[in-house]
């Protein structure tokens, strides 16, 4: 076990800096593609009955606002609207060029998410399409410091609706789903606050809430500023997660690992630091790699620089997810797709990727196990 961890000043690659120039994505199959400004639902012509589908795996790093595609935004506005805007006005809201231009879009997305019928019906359809792809289980993020922040409103009555398609899921789906209250970096520590404090207040009758975590632009805010209230949390018997190293050097992640977070969003940057690298693979962090999210944010510019391969085959503790993904036009399925035809995993090296998304999961031990087996025993 490590005590303090020593901040680095890497300067930062160029997969870690930022650039306008939009990446040409992985297309394993001529599927999906284009740019973000012409988002549709990822439409790969894939065997349904492939290895990847039924794989039974978690999904750990997906937000729900992010899950919105322009389809259902129409119809949200035809709830709250009183002109509701068509399909291209939608499709103009996903358009971003860069990192904050994402960001934007991302609020954007999350302020038409009105009512508790809109997050349920945002989280029923999240839960099919995970279904779909053979996850069984996924730990989503739910930007509660925006609706705090920006729509100035109450959380636990827009909750309701999210528990109701959970519940939906789990009975008509089989797919368990857990929410991780997300709080935004640079909203500052106060924010934060009342976001951990309500996932805090709520657990004891929603013991769905299972976590807290801190998004936003790592550029603005490391995260030492949030150290005693991820103390605080993890008191109340939550988990700990951060977006870490995804727009900044390794020392993003040494502030995450610091501050006791116990899994890692992206991590994009560990690649630059080997003492970082080693410390990640002896203790087994378990990292939410991100590949399209990371294309087309510009986060990484290339897909021959992502670290996913070189992290894998560190013996790092790797799961594939897949962020937001209406925004950058992909989902789990895909993210597999693109580490067995771009990174070259073998269908076993797959299997250890979803054996480690549910050993990462904050499952109970029980159903781990039971999960586990039934991976391992698929053919
Ligand atoms: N990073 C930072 N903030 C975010 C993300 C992300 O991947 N998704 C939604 N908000
Ligand atoms: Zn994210």
Known sequence: MHGLYRFVSVALSPAAGFNTRRTELFNPSGCGGGSAATVHPVTCSVDPLSFIRRLPKAELHLHLEGTV??????????RHDSVQFGLNEARALFHYADFSGFLLAFKAVTEHLRSADDYELAAW???????????????VYVSV?????WRRCEFEPLFLGMERARLRAESELGLTLYWIFDAVRHFGPDEAARVF???AEMRPQ???????GIGGDERRTGAEPFRDLYA???EAGLRLTAHAGETVGPEGIWGALNI??????HALSAIHDPELMGVLAERQIPLELCVSSNLRTGCCLRPEDHPLRRYFDAGLMVTLNSDDP????????????IAQERFAFTQEHLRELASNSIEASFLPAERKVEILRRLESLE
């Open 260 to 265: 006791g977070a116990e899994r890692l969003g």
């Open 69 to 78: 595609t322009p389809e259902t935004l129409v119809e949200l506005s035809g």
């Open 326 to 337: 209406a925004l950058f036009l992909s989902d789990l399925e895909h993210e597999y797709r």
């Open 197 to 199: 404090r309500k996932a």
């Open 145 to 149: 410091g925006v609706v705090y922040y």
């Open 232 to 234: 605080e949390a993890r």
């Open 125 to 139: 359809r999240m839960a099919q399409r995970l279904a779909g792809q053979g996850v069984v289980h996924a730990e």
């Open 206 to 212: 929603f013991p769905s809430i299972v976590g807290i």
